[in-house]
């Protein structure tokens, strides 16, 4: 199997499936807010939009903001071009990509056979769902009863469904040339693809041998369904809400490039599937305007290699360039030779540079603080997301490897501040002060440097923010309660202390 853009999903970084990894798009650039390389304004319609695309030799097309625009701001609404299921063994619908099982008695499509959520499905012969002209093709190459019989093998399984969405796409090209025109626009990387024998490889086989062979498209050549494959893999957005998933296309989201500390956040409207994009911070004119589609909650070596392997781009942001990552210190080891240094990478953008403690001679090759960090990432992975227990003995067992700011330490607690309340054994009212206490620690570390890598109005700040509430109203009731202590003073003393 070649590098897949989601290998790396970890169940302590689920949070950030939808607002991070999702917008799995960008094209071969970062952060253009250094405006490198030559720019042009190639767009003279644009400018009563609140952004304008740049074209730069170094960045290609992107977004610029060409005014300043504030916190909050909807920069973009647009519903997909093209819509279907993520590349994943877990089977969805083909109407309306809620979750479906394989076994024999899921409900299913009465013609084509492939499995559905029931007969009543929203998205049954809709457009962004299951089409009428899908079905049919589908059905003629009996592709339901094929699907049927490969359901123990999630590897073809999650096969199928990668081709339904290119499936689609050639669909789109007989029935809307003028939107196939549109999915041509985007960056396909398909030289550097071929240069990658590899994922080439996986592609000749796994999906242009099959559509051309028992899915009935012959008449495709293999060049354009690999430059389909590329749009897709550099440019699709997963979406979802209340558990449905999909992957789609976007007129222009796809032209937001990349930032390793974004500007942006989306959303998607559940119905229409349309992306909704804001600026989660204030940006200056002419600054440019940025998603990540890596998790922020990660390490630059971790973080760069993840986006080489799905977009196939060294990222060289601003934070990627900082051996500290904007102050934050989040990839940083103890030293486990003087125990007062820090040891951090002497080149983050050299992915193979040393590692040295910034007090004594104390170095390690970057491929074993690799196999280091998958180690430890691999124990924390190990650990049941809900056992209190587990975490705080992950904590500790790794205070004493990792920096105090490491992101693996901040996944930990993310989730213990999440838990510390929630769980059985462990309810807010029944909690003890200083687990209280604990709980209202670990949000205001996490906050302190998200505040810096994911700033301004994200969902994980909101959702930190609002365990912190929680945690701080009942310290401030628990000591009302015990001193006496007026509710209002109380309240005041602890929120704004
Ligand atoms: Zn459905
Ligand atoms: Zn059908
Ligand atoms: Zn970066
Ligand atoms: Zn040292």
Redesign the pocket.
């Known amino acids: 199997m070649p590098p897949r853009k989601h290998k790396n999903k970890k169940k302590h970084h689920q949070h950030q499936a939808q607002q991070q990894v999702s917008p799995v798009q960008s094209s071969n650039k970062s952060s253009p807010t250094k405006m490198e390389g030559n720019t042009e304004s190639c767009d003279s319609t644009s400018k009563q939009l609140p952004y304008r695309i740049e074209k730069s030799t170094v960045l290609g097309r992107y977004l610029v903001a060409n005014r300043d625009l504030k916190a909050g701001e909807q920069l973009i609404t647009e519903e997909p071009l093209a819509i279907g299921p993520c590349v994943s063994a877990d089977a969805v619908c083909l109407g309306c990509y809620m979750p479906v099982k394989l076994q024999s008695a899921q409900y299913r ?1 009465s ?2 056979r ?1 499995p559905m959520c029931g007969p009543q499905c929203r998205g049954l012969h809709q457009p962004k769902g ?1 089409t009428a002209q899908e ?1 049919e093709l ?2 003629t190459h009996k592709l339901g009863e094929a699907l049927e019989a490969i359901r123990d093998k999630p590897d073809l399984v999650k096969n199928y469904y990668e081709l339904i969405l290119i499936v689609r796409i050639f669909l789109i090209k007989q029935n809307a040339p003028e939107i196939y025109a549109d999915i041509l626009q985007m960056e396909s990387h398909t030289e550097l693809r071929k240069s990658n024998t590899e994922l080439w490889q996986y592609y000749e086989r796994n999906v242009v041998q099959r559509l051309k062979g028992d899915w009935g498209m012959a008449a495709l050549t293999a060049d354009e369904i690999h430059n389909i494959c590329g749009i897709l893999d550099v440019n699709c957005f997963e979406i979802g809400q209340n558990s449905a998933k999909a992957r789609c296309l976007y007129k222009s989201a796809f032209l937001l490039a990349h930032d390793c500390c974004p500007n942006t956040a989306h959303t998607d409207d559940p119905q229409s599937y349309a992306i909704i994009l804001r600026t989660s911070r204030a940006i200056r004119k002419d600054e440019g305007i940025t998603l990540s589609y890596a998790y922020t909650l990660q390490g630059t070596l971790k973080r760069r290699e993840f986006m080489h392997a799905g977009k196939l781009f060294w990222c060289c942001c601003q934070r990627c360039t900082d051996p500290k990552e904007l102050g934050t210190d989040c990839s940083a080891l103890l030293c486990p030779k003087c125990k007062s240094g820090s040891v951090r990478s002497v080149e983050p953008l050299n992915q193979s540079a040393a590692w040295c403690c910034d007090h004594c001679d104390y170095a390690l090759k970057s491929v074993e603080i690799v196999k280091l960090l998958d180690t430890i990432n691999l124990n924390l992975e190990s650990i049941d997301a809900h056992s209190i227990p587990g975490l705080e003995g992950f904590l500790k067992k790794y205070e004493r490897v990792l920096g105090p700011n490491h992101y693996l330490l901040l996944s930990a607690k993310y989730s213990l501040c999440q838990i510390y309340g929630r769980i059985e054994g462990y309810l807010l009212h029944t909690l003890p002060l200083e687990n209280v206490q604990k709980k209202e620690n670990y949000c205001r570390h996490f906050l302190s440097i998200i505040n810096v890598l994911e700033p301004g109005l994200t969902r994980l700040r909101g959702l930190i923010l609002y365990e912190l509430h929680g945690a701080i109203m009942m310290r401030s009731q628990r000591l009302m309660m015990a001193g006496g202590e007026s509710r209002y003073s109380a309240v005041r003393t602890h929120w704004f202390e």
Request: glycine share 0%; with cysteine; net charge positive.
């Open positions: 499509c013609a084509c492939w299951h079905c589908l059905r």
